[in-house]
């Protein structure tokens, strides 16, 4: 993708007439840094940069458009392959054992946890990451969104990511999902102990056509499954997960307990409360599916909707 994007440069240079010196002043960058592009040497273009070479050659948005393609690249097989089953995807079911899932972040949020990375390569490339979360966002609000559901570990409640501001303007966010009907978020609390995702997370897929797909990440590194006997071992994880977590409602009354500072003195619900609040919602809702998908049976309806 980097020796399109290059070989679109140099033809469009070449059909206004610039030369690369010329083209890299009216981008505010050195001709050998064009000479890079267009031969695919180098570091990649940025975002920014990118959009000055399509005003400067006239190029209709072509090279824009081109860019996170190249920007992808720069990402192994699976991780491209996972963002691209990730756009497609009509369902996404992730329990999150660090940090928010990148789909719910704040902005503020995703600077805070995108400036941490190894990889990262200054403040502009910083900000490319961060408007390149934000854009994927945009599915959510989309005709056609998926059904998400998360599951989020206690510690990213408690991690006070960005500092305090930031994470209450991010407990927020999550209380705002309560009123989105595709959306359901629960808590899984401390007392659960063990688990069998403790140390990563996990991301479940469903496409289109019915076939799923398993993510496993950590700190450092992530794997792609898409061996169906290895998906519903992990669905099956997935699952106890989701039954072990606090129920919505209580879920979130622990959101607002933690973004109000209460929580040192909150008490996490027993088993055998959280069960007959599980069994109340259920009946109140006309019966949820436990087993993946989560998506109201027919006639039912989520409660506040």
Do not use: C
Not at 43 to 65: I, N, Q, S, Y
Not at 84 to 99: K, Q, T
Not at 180 to 208: K, M, N, W
């Amino acid at each position: 993708m980097a020796a399109l994007f290059g070989a679109r440069v140099r033809r469009l240079r070449a059909a206004a007439g610039l030369t690369q010196a010329e083209l890299g002043e009216r981008t505010h960058v050195v001709s050998t840094r064009i000479t890079q592009i267009e031969r695919a040497s180098g570091a990649k273009p940025t975002l920014e940069l990118a959009r000055a070479l399509d005003t400067a050659l006239g190029a209709d948005d072509l090279l824009v458009e081109l860019w996170p393609y190249v920007y992808r690249e720069a990402f192994p097989d699976w991780s491209r392959k996972f963002m691209e089953l990730s756009e497609r995807a009509v369902a996404v079911h992730e329990y999150a054992a660090h940090v928010v899932p990148g789909l719910l972040q704040t902005e503020d949020y995703a600077r805070a946890v995108l400036s941490v990375g190894r990889t990262l390569g200054g403040k502009e490339q910083l900000e490319e990451r961060v408007s390149l979360r934000m854009g994927r966002q945009e599915r959510l609000r989309a005709p056609r969104r998926p059904e998400l559901w998360v599951i989020l570990d206690e510690a990213v409640l408690r991690r006070p990511v960005g500092g305090r501001d930031v994470m209450r303007a991010q407990l927020a966010r999550l209380l705002d999902t309560a009123t989105e009907r595709q959306i359901t978020v629960q808590v899984l609390p401390f007392d659960q102990g063990e688990h069998d995702a403790l140390g990563g997370s996990l991301t479940l897929l469903t496409l289109p056509d019915g076939t799923e797909a398993a993510y496993t990440e950590g700190a450092h590194y992530g794997q792609l499954i898409e061996e169906p006997g290895e998906v519903t071992r992990f669905a099956l994880t997935y699952d106890r997960l989701r039954a072990a977590a606090l129920p919505p409602l209580m879920s979130l009354d622990m959101i607002r307990s933690v973004r109000e500072d209460n929580h040192r003195g909150a008490k996490v619900p027993s088993r055998s409360e959280r069960r007959r609040v599980a069994q109340e919602q259920l009946q109140q809702s006309g019966g949820r599916q436990l087993r993946r998908g989560g998506r109201p049976l027919p006639g039912s309806r989520r409660p506040g909707a």
